[in-house]
């Protein structure tokens, strides 16, 4: 299995980032996706997830900002990422699978200037 994040960068507050997560070897529809960040000093932490039946929750953090969303079809999973504050800068992980065996992948870093 593999996973392959995309889309982080630098933005100014209040700017936008879409992150994506292309896996291979594993089928999305029957398994959990998630979204984590961990910045600096600080414990991985989970800001969105999808469910197996496609049900979706939010970190109190971002909800209203953020979006996840996924394409089977694509196997790829989606974070729209909108109203960033400089508090959302972390490295961001994409997380696939069911318990108890699930995968990681590299990380992308998001960077929000103030």
């Known amino acids: 299995v593999q996973l392959q994040a995309s889309g982080g960068g630098l933005v100014q507050a209040g700017g936008s980032l879409r992150l994506s997560c292309a896996a291979s070897g594993i089928i999305f529809r029957i398994n959990r996706t998630g979204w984590y960040r961990q910045a600096p000093g600080k414990q991985r932490e989970l800001v969105a997830e999808i469910t197996i039946g496609g049900s979706t929750n939010y970190a109190d953090s971002v909800k209203g900002r953020f979006t996840s969303s996924r394409d089977n079809a694509k196997n790829t999973v989606y974070l729209q990422m909108n109203s960033l504050k400089p508090e959302d800068t972390a490295v961001y992980y994409c997380?696939?699978?069911?318990?108890?065996?699930?995968?990681w992948g590299q990380g992308t870093q998001v960077t929000v200037s103030s």
């Open positions: 997380k696939v699978g069911t318990a108890p065996t699930f995968y």
